[in-house]
């Protein structure tokens, strides 16, 4: 559909709008001027749009459209330089196998599919996954045992490349008897000597913390509760009766159990990518972006701040696997915690 436009009108028009000129970008590009003049009006004729306004001093300024080509055009030739990294590690044979971790809050799902990418880009290429926390996997990747993995935020460290793939909100799971299962949503405040199961501190102490923050913004306490090592048990202390807990938005499958949205907040769950970003599998970036494209919608919904946690899903969320969350905080009004 596009077979004129080339690599290279990208890199040429890129410096040109970079450096606001035609002269400029020649002398960067070891160009003739009036080469890039050519390829610059007939790339705009072609797509029919204006990338640039020259000015009475000879300089160029950017449009509206040229501005968005700049971030795009360093997008497509960053996405070329690692298609042919990751053709020439397979080449040379450097990709036979690769370890995916996942901790244990994930959607089981997101992983089945992070690890199917990659399996569809290189067939030949065993996948060994690992599972534990997220502390100890952040740690199994810097020290190499594990190539990449996919974790429940929050987590910092200046080693680790970190890419949030997918956020989804965090709601109180409750049994289908409990009064409260009968409002559209729930009040933080209410939720006050109410939540009595949690997720066991040592298993993230980071997304502990946090919680409490949150919690503690709203005015909620804290006091004797269950604590859960996994989802399952999360779940099961909620259908005996120990209390209500906050789990990720359809991962409840429990058909005793419900969750309802809290109003007022917009507290998401934040699932990433990590791996080093000195030593990694040349096939990650490749399948990462293909991963956070396929849930680009969700995350831009959070980002945009147009969810509503006071309106109820229009329909049940559909069932998903065993495995859920940490937390990361999102509101309308400010930036997450991460």
């Known amino acids: 559909m596009y077979d004129w436009a080339e690599f290279r009108h990208f890199r040429y028009l890129l410096a040109i709008l970079e450096k606001q000129g035609f002269r400029l970008a020649a002398e960067e590009l070891n160009a003739s001027q009036p080469n890039l003049t050519v390829q610059a009006r007939q790339f705009q004729e072609n797509a029919s749009i204006r990338l640039f306004r020259r000015l009475r001093n000879g300089r160029i300024r950017p449009t509206e459209t040229g501005i968005a080509f700049i971030a795009l055009a360093k997008f497509l030739l960053t996405m070329r330089n690692e298609v042919v990294d990751v053709l020439q590690a397979i080449e040379?044979?450097?990709?036979?196998?690769?370890?995916?971790?996942?901790?244990?809050?994930?959607d089981a799902a997101l992983f089945r599919e992070l690890c199917a990418l990659h399996k569809e880009m290189l067939p030949s290429c065993a996948i060994h996954p690992t599972h534990d926390d997220t502390s100890q996997l952040a740690e199994d990747v810097l020290t190499g045992i594990v190539d990449a993995a996919i974790v429940t935020l929050p987590l910092e460290n200046p080693e680790l490349h970190l890419e949030v793939i997918r956020q989804d909100r965090l709601v109180v799971c409750l049994r289908t008897d409990d009064p409260l299962a009968q409002k559209a949503s729930i009040r933080a405040a209410e939720l006050d000597g109410r939540l009595r199961v949690l997720y066991h501190p040592r298993r993230h102490p980071d997304a502990h913390d946090r919680l409490m923050q949150m919690l503690a913004e709203q005015g909620v306490n804290i006091y004797e509760h269950s604590r859960a090592s996994n989802p399952f048990e999360l779940q099961m202390l909620v259908r005996e009766g120990h209390g209500v807990a906050l789990v990720r938005e359809g991962s409840v499958t429990d058909s005793e159990l419900t969750t309802r949205p809290i109003a007022g907040v917009s507290w998401t769950v934040d699932t990433a990518v990590i791996y080093r970003k000195d030593r990694y599998p040349k096939t990650l970036p490749i399948v990462m972006k293909s991963l956070k494209r396929r849930h680009a919608l969700?995350?831009?919904?959070?980002?945009?701040?147009?969810?509503?946690?006071?309106?109820?899903?229009?329909?049940?969320?559909?069932?998903?696997?065993?495995?859920e969350f940490t937390y990361g905080s999102h509101r309308k009004s400010q930036a997450n915690m991460r």
Do not use: M
């Open 92 to 106: 040379r044979g450097e990709i036979r196998s690769i370890q995916l971790g996942c901790s244990p809050w994930v």
């Open 298 to 323: 969700n995350a831009e919904a959070f980002h945009r701040g147009e969810f509503d946690s006071s309106v109820p899903p229009k329909r049940p969320p559909k069932p998903a696997s065993s495995s």
